[in-house]
T-cell receptor, first 115, second 113 residues
C-alpha cells in the first residue's frame, strides 16, 4: 500500500517555465488537497477536491491550477513559475473530508526552486 | 475564515522536561482541532484530534491536548519529552462541515539528550 505518492521529489525551474507536480493515492480517498510549506508560515492550502470532477480554491490559489479527472490523481500545475512559488509542496488525502474521522495522509513532498 | 496561532516558534528542552505548546484559533463556530507532527525528513502525521466529547484528548507517543472552548485554545502537552520527540509540531483547525483545514505556523521542538 503506497499511500500518497508525489513526484518529482525535487525540481528546479526558471522563471516563466511551466510544470506539473504529480500526486496519486491508492486508498480510494475522495478528498485530496495541495499545501505549500514555507518557513515561518506553516502550511497553506492551495487547492482541494472533494471528488472526481470537483475542485475548489484554498487560501493561496493564485498561480496554480488543478484538475481531478480520476479519484486517484490530483495534479498541481504551475503555468508560469515565479520565484515566490519556491516552496515545499505537499499533497494530502483523506476518505470523507477533513472533518471526518480519519486523518489527512500526506505525501513526502516536492521541493521546488524557481530561479 | 479561521486562523491558527502558535506563539512558540522554537522550543528547546532537555530530556525528561515537561512540554506545553500553545495553540489558539479564531473562529466562533464549532471546530475540529488537530495536532500534526513532522519528524526531520518525514511527512506530516497525525498526533491527535478533537471532534467532541471529553476536552482532554490523548494521542500517540504519550502526547495529550486540552480543548478550552472559552479560551479558543488547544494546547499540546507531554509530561516527559524524549530526544525522539525532536520535530516540528503543527496545530490545525477545521470549521465543522467545511472542507478547509487551516494550519498554524508550527513550533520546532528540539530535545537535548
Amino acid at each position: 500500500n503506497a499511500g500518497v505518492t508525489q513526484t518529482p521529489k525535487f525540481q528546479v525551474l526558471k522563471t516563466g517555465q511551466s510544470m506539473t507536480l504529480q500526486c496519486a493515492q491508492d486508498m480510494n480517498h475522495e478528498y485530496m488537497s495541495w499545501y505549500r510549506q514555507d518557513p515561518g508560515m506553516g502550511l497553506r492550502l492551495i487547492h482541494y477536491s472533494v471528488g472526481a470532477g470537483i475542485t475548489d480554491q484554498g487560501e493561496v490559489p493564485n498561480g496554480y491550477n488543478v484538475s481531478r479527472s480520476t479519484t486517484e490523481d490530483f495534479p498541481l500545475r504551475l503555468l508560469s513559475a515565479a520565484p515566490s512559488q519556491t516552496s515545499v509542496y505537499f499533497c494530502a488525502s483523506t476518505d470523507v473530508g477533513v472533518g471526518g474521522n480519519s486523518p489527512l495522509h500526506f505525501g513526502n513532498g516536492t521541493r521546488l526552486t524557481v530561479t | 475564515a479561521q486562523s491558527v496561532s502558535q506563539h512558540n516558534h522554537h522550543v528547546i528542552l532537555s530530556e525528561a522536561a515537561s512540554l506545553e505548546l500553545g495553540c489558539n484559533y479564531s473562529y466562533g463556530g464549532t471546530v475540529n482541532l488537530f495536532w500534526y507532527v513532522q519528524y526531520p525528513g518525514q511527512h506530516l502525521q497525525l498526533l491527535l484530534k478533537y471532534f467532541s466529547g471529553d476536552p482532554l484528548v490523548k494521542g500517540i507517543k504519550g502526547f495529550e491536548a486540552e480543548f478550552i472552548k472559552s479560551k479558543f485554545s488547544f494546547n499540546l502537552r507531554k509530561p516527559s519529552v524524549q530526544w525522539s520527540d525532536t520535530a516540528e509540531y503543527f496545530c490545525a483547525v477545521n470549521a465543522r462541515g467545511a472542507n478547509n483545514l487551516f494550519f498554524g505556523t508550527g513550533t520546532r521542538l528540539t530535545v537535548i539528550p
